[in-house]
């Protein structure tokens, strides 16, 4: 039986002065040692990105305080990488990304960094959740947010997760009191319309700005998108066999080798 | 019935330059309408990201011909956005990405530039496919994999994909006459194992190159690992619906709300 304290490495990818890390580390320090690993710059719709052709810069910080606090200059998944093979020297026994700023329910999971790095945690086999608030004000209220990180993150700790499975987990922009629990959930079939806004620069060559209208074409009332809609915070188990098992069957009637 | 010829967009992440990139247009010439929208850089491990904050470049290109391209400043899955948005002004019938440099079997796929661009494509509803070659080198001979790459497109433009889905196919780095064929798989369980070379600047400061060791831990005969140990190539079917599903009912009986 495990007495110790559980050691929980948080990170994100707004970077680590953002209210939404440091809404995370306070949620998380009654759980356990933390520490905090996170990038020296914003690095949001960074996806899985990693940084291999340049080298990287870890720098110890005290900005959280007591907490043990490095900065870094790569990605969220870098950071995750690092804080394994050079800070911890070792795997966490949770890892947590956020709170982000902004939502990273239904499709938004394969962009977020947020996500991303908490698909790398759960690569390495460490029970790994990324929180998201809908709202991306500077702002923002990250009480509820806090609240229900703990909830989780306890649960997590305690019960461990399915194997080659991680959490996306995002919190409604509302009052404690408005939220009314916690959903498990499916992501939902929905996706960004993109629209590139063009304009002209100085010089009169074009450039793009990417804008886009949010879709959600899923009626179901077991999605994500359904949850937050609902007031609800929304968990969905995420997996990293991107497998479409379903499709195997019928890929393999295909007459590729001339057979 | 459609009888005009299928527009097929082409993108990469190793660059528009890249001798992949060159093969795959060779390949795709004979099978429609060719588009190419590529990076202008190489984006080699840039995973989906996407550019939120900075304006975009995208400047038409007769690098490759009389093929209509574009090069743009942005990552893999901003050249897709952008082809759909701005040259193409709608959906091609195909989306294809590579050749890649080096392998994205297992769980590469998460890391990888050439992937995203075709979930891209996918999510956007366009049959899509990512194709990548066992070998780094500038010098490699794409050769089987411009053979391949042809049958598994044919065969996309005749079959469709089934709905939420899209290809990664990889192609072993061997001769024509030792290749096997090609095999349907799926994702083996795979990773890095992650060490970071610290070195010293001739400031005195720190910094980390990302280097590491691949393992396969997956030792099923219907892997993609499998399948290039063997001399095939190998062809998953990839879903952007992350959803574990499978975990939904375990986490319901987690206490959550306190109930």
Known sequence: MKTKK?????????????????????AMKPLGHVFVVAPDSPQSGMGHAITIN???????????????????SGTPVDCVKLAIDKIIHG??????????????????????GTMSAAMEGGIEGIPSIGFSLLNYSL??????????????????????????????VNIPDKKLKQIKGIKVCRQANAKWQEEFDERMDPYKRKYYWLT???????????TDEWAL????????????????????????KWKFNGK
């Open 6 to 26: 559980p050691t929980i490495l948080v990170t994100n990818d707004d970077g680590i002065t953002a209210p939404g890390i440091q809404a995370l580390i306070e």
């Open 54 to 72: 340049k080298p990287l810069r870890l720098d110890k910080t005290t900005y959280h305080g007591e907490v043990i606090g490095y900065q870094c």
């Open 91 to 112: 795997k966490p026994d949770l890892c947590v990304s956020g709170i982000n700023h902004g939502s990273n329910s239904s499709i938004n999971v394969i962009y977020s």
């Open 139 to 168: 702002d923002a209220d990250f009480t509820p947010a806090k609240k229900y990180a703990q909830i989780i993150a306890a649960n997590v700790l305690k019960h461990g997760l399915p194997e080659g499975t991680l959490l996306n």
């Open 212 to 222: 886009g209208k949010f879709q959600n074409y899923d009626k179901g009332t077991d």
């Open 229 to 252: 809609d609902n007031n609800y915070v929304s968990v969905v188990p995420v997996q990293f066999d991107f497998t479409a098992h379903h499709a195997i069957p019928i890929l393999n």
